[in-house]
């Protein structure tokens, strides 16, 4: 596992959050060379940028979101694992919660009804503009997205995850019910030039419709510009002009007075589902773009309607852990991100490395093997492993007829933070293989991508402090 300590996700945060580095030294965490320093360091591990620096201060990359989230997610893991260690449940009783991001016109209600759905599974509903969306799954903000792929809005693009399309929608013209065009069946773009249009601006049906008059030579004259298509349609109906519309957004018809027709030229916006499958495995994923994909032919069909069922229906992936028995109400179950991790906690002396001196441990049953697996001596990860028990006061392995064994506390912190050590690994996996900016030339330069091994995160000098 990619060595990413609590100090480097706090500077991160700062810069998120203030835009430089002078919050860290008001904290009185370290100095602002010393940051800088170490934000350095952690650029040329990763070999991508991850701040840029200007002279109106400084902001995290794509990349340096990605990593901050990620790191976000792993310590939350690690301090909910450690704050609930006396908690008697196993890795069967916690439901995973998924962050799903979801355009804002589908965000409402949504979780009541994938509540009824999914019954094994918390969605975490994050509403916001199409744009937005993608953009947070992209810097690993969101395990989950939903929204709108335009001709101009395509969707973000992120190594390993399951993208698949919800529907495809042909945008088509609104005109009003006397209109001279009214009559054909089909329309050509070309036709529409010198009629005035209505405007729809800001989200992805504003992105179709500049995409469309952009090809049109004159610009057509627009009488309004107004933000929803309902109000568009409203002007189309009192004859001031034709829009773009989206038939999703309808309800399975633009009302009296309104004619639409579609166009020879296509244009098409695609409702994408993008999946995270170190959050949700294929077939929950596949069995939720089915579900998705109901649920809009029901909204294109009439407004408001949902799935029949909908509070009572299970998947067939769901396991029987959460069902009740007969007569008996079933235990609340542990949820995995019932905790989150705050940069003012000062609390945290278990970092993300200690998960891998534990993993080892626990692979190799002995503090001699392991020791040499960790290129350190015996006594020096023996001290190591009773200042860790020390600081955040738990019992983490214990001795064995056979040699060293985990205890449970141990085995429950390596299961509550395995999916989000995976996400770090795959998100430094993807940094280094050269999808984003590398790090400036300033200094020796960074590493080639196949240069050699990772290096353990527990090394000699780590091990013997």
Known sequence: MFDLRRSDVVLLQAVADHGSLHAVERD??????SASRRLVKLERRLRTLLVTRGATGTEPTEAGHAVLHVGRRLLAAIDFAIATTHHGSDAASRLPVVEFAVGTEWAYGLDRHLAGRFPDVVFD???DDCHRVWQRFERYAADAALGWETA???????????????AEEPQQIALPLGHPLAAQEILDLRDLARTEWVAVVGGDSGDDQGWALSRLTPVPPVSFTVRSQGAALDLVRRGYGIALVSPSTLGGG???GVVLRPLRQKFVRRLRLAVDPLAIPEPLAEDLCAWLRRLYALRTAAPGAVPAGTHRERTPHSGDHCAPATGQTAPPPVLLSELRWSAADRSGGFEPEHLHLLRVIGRTGSLNQAASALLVTQPALTRRIHRLEASCGLSLV??????TSLSATARRLLACTGPAEHRLDALVNHLREGDSAPVPAA???????????VRSPVSARTASR
């Open 28 to 33: 009185g965490r370290m100095t602002q060379s």
């Open 125 to 127: 509903i994050v509403p």
């Open 152 to 166: 101009r809005r395509p969707m973000a693009r992120r190594g390993g995850v399951l993208v698949r399309t919800v």
């Open 254 to 256: 633009a009302g009296p």
């Open 398 to 403: 214990h001795s064995t007829a056979r040699g």
């Open 443 to 453: 200094g020796p330069p960074p590493a080639r991508a196949g240069a050699g091994p």
